[in-house]
């Protein structure tokens, strides 16, 4: 089945740098990579998402890139915020039968500074 | 406005116990999941159903289950409380295109003694 990795497991910067996410991913069926940001005591939301015939999706101040060649996929968050700490969450899924099933990387504790 | 919601909010049980945690949506999606939340795992999928009488297992299953009786609802229930069960757990939502945005619910903190 799908396996997801995501590093760094925490990152912190200064408001206004920029903060980049990697997740690798096993399936190579998998053709569907959302990205979902966690506020404390909250559940998750999606903030962008990717399918596989696409390189690049930018949405205001993120973006995600990926590589179906090498399996992996990124999430660049710039002119960060303090709004923008959270924990950010990737996930894959398979794009098979019409469903949408995902397998979610470990999550990435962000922490933006002012 | 429609909403998924979850309750309890917080619960405390003791090892053996049956437990069910509920989940409601209006969206009236038919897809449904349950994860659970723990350090260093992210999200992990437990139970999805994709429509009435439809369930799934997932990942981590082992010790729970689901029943779909209605579009709206998907209680989780834990046959038999174990400690490793303390984690927080959330129910999902989404349409049933294969892109669809999963929307989740508050969660469900679960402690088991």
């Known amino acids: 089945g799908e396996n997801v990795e995501q590093h760094p497991s925490t990152l912190s910067v200064q408001e206004g740098d920029s903060a980049v996410i990697k997740c690798t991913y096993s399936d190579s069926a998998s053709n569907y990579f959302p990205w979902y940001k966690q506020e404390l005591g909250k559940g998750p939301q999606l903030i962008i998402d990717i399918r596989s015939n696409v390189g690049e999706k930018k949405d205001q101040r993120i973006a995600v890139t990926l590589n179906k060649t090498a399996k992996h996929f990124s999430l660049h968050i710039t002119e960060t915020q303090p709004e923008d700490s959270a924990v950010y969450f990737c996930a894959a899924s398979p794009f098979s039968g019409g469903y949408n099933k995902l397998i979610f990387g470990a999550g990435t504790r962000l922490a933006v500074h002012p | 406005d429609a909403e998924i919601t979850q309750s309890p909010r917080h619960k405390i049980t003791e090892t053996g116990r049956q437990v069910t945690l509920a989940c409601h949506q209006t969206w009236n999606h038919n897809n449904m999941f349950w994860y659970r939340q723990d350090l260093g795992h992210g999200l992990r999928l437990i139970h999805y159903?994709?429509?009435?009488?439809?369930?799934n297992k997932g990942e981590v299953s082992d010790g729970y289950s689901v029943s779909r009786s209605n579009t709206e609802d998907l209680p989780l229930t834990l046959e038999s409380a174990a400690s490793s069960q303390t984690s927080v757990y959330f129910c999902?939502?989404?349409?049933?295109?294969?892109?669809?945005?999963?929307?989740f619910g508050p969660g469900t903190r679960l402690t088991v003694l």
């Open positions: 159903s994709y429509g009435v009488q439809d369930t």
């Open positions: 999902a939502s989404s349409e049933t295109s294969p892109t669809s945005e999963q929307f």
